[in-house]
C-alpha cells in the first residue's frame, strides 16, 4: 500500500483525527504539573482509544473502556484527589530529573513491540494485510463467554483491586475523630 492509497481511505483519516489527539494527551498525563489536569487528559487519551476501537468495529471493547475506565477508574482518581485534599493547583517542587530513563525505557518497550508486532505476528499468523470487513466484530455472546468460562479469575481479580482501590481512597480519606468528637457528632 502506498501513501497516496493509505491517504485516499477515509477511515485513515478519523484514525489521524483520534491518534494524535491520543498521543499529545498521553504526553501532558505525564508532563502535566496539576493533577487534575493530568487525570482530565487521561479523560482523552482513553476517549481517543475507545474511538480507535470503534474504528476496528470492537464496540463492546470501547464501551467496556469508556465505562470501566473513564466512569469508574478516573472518577475514583478524581475522587481520591478531591477527599484526600491533594494539592491541586500548580505543583513547582516536581522534579522532572529522571526523564531520560524513563524516555529510554519507554522506546525499549515501543522497540520490542514493534518487533513482535512485526516479525513475530507473520510466523504465528496473527497479524495480515488483510482487514475485515466493516462490521465484522466479534459477537459480544462470544465475549461473554469468555469473560465466564476462560477468564473468570482474571476478571474477579479486577473486580477485586478496584475493590481494593476503593478502600484504600476511602481509608486515605477517612478522618479519626476523638472519643468527644464522636459523642458530640452521635448527639450525646
Known amino acids: 500500500m502506498t501513501l497516496a492509497d493509505w491517504i485516499a481511505e477515509p477511515v485513515n483519516w478519523a484514525f489521524l483525527a483520534m491518534a494524535f489527539p491520543m498521543v499529545l494527551a498521553a504526553l501532558r ?8 489536569h493530568a487525570a482530565l487528559f487521561l479523560v482523552l487519551a ?30 475514583l482518581f478524581l475522587f481520591g484527589i478531591m477527599i484526600t485534599r491533594a494539592p491541586i493547583g500548580k505543583e513547582t517542587n516536581l522534579s522532572h530529573k ?7 525505557a519507554s522506546l525499549a518497550v515501543f522497540g520490542v513491540t514493534f518487533w513482535l508486532i512485526y516479525e513475530l505476528g507473520e510466523q504465528v499468523g496473527g497479524f495480515s494485510d488483510t482487514l475485515p470487513a466493516v462490521g465484522q466484530a ?23 483491586l478496584l475493590l481494593a482501590a476503593l478502600i484504600g481512597g476511602i481509608t486515605l480519606a477517612r478522618k479519626d475523630l476523638s472519643p468527644a468528637e464522636e459523642r458530640e457528632g452521635a448527639g450525646l
Not at 138 to 158: D, Q
Request: no cysteine.
Open 29 to 36: 498525563v505525564v508532563t502535566s504539573r496539576n493533577v487534575v
Open 46 to 75: 482513553l476517549a481517543a482509544s475507545a474511538g480507535l476501537f470503534l474504528l476496528l468495529s470492537a464496540e463492546f471493547v470501547a464501551w467496556v473502556l469508556v465505562l470501566v475506565y473513564i466512569g469508574a477508574v478516573v472518577v
Open 98 to 104: 529522571k526523564i531520560w530513563p524513563a524516555a529510554v
Open 138 to 160: 466479534t459477537p459480544t455472546e462470544i465475549l461473554g463467554e469468555g469473560f465466564i468460562n476462560i477468564y473468570l479469575i482474571p476478571f474477579e481479580a479486577v473486580g477485586f
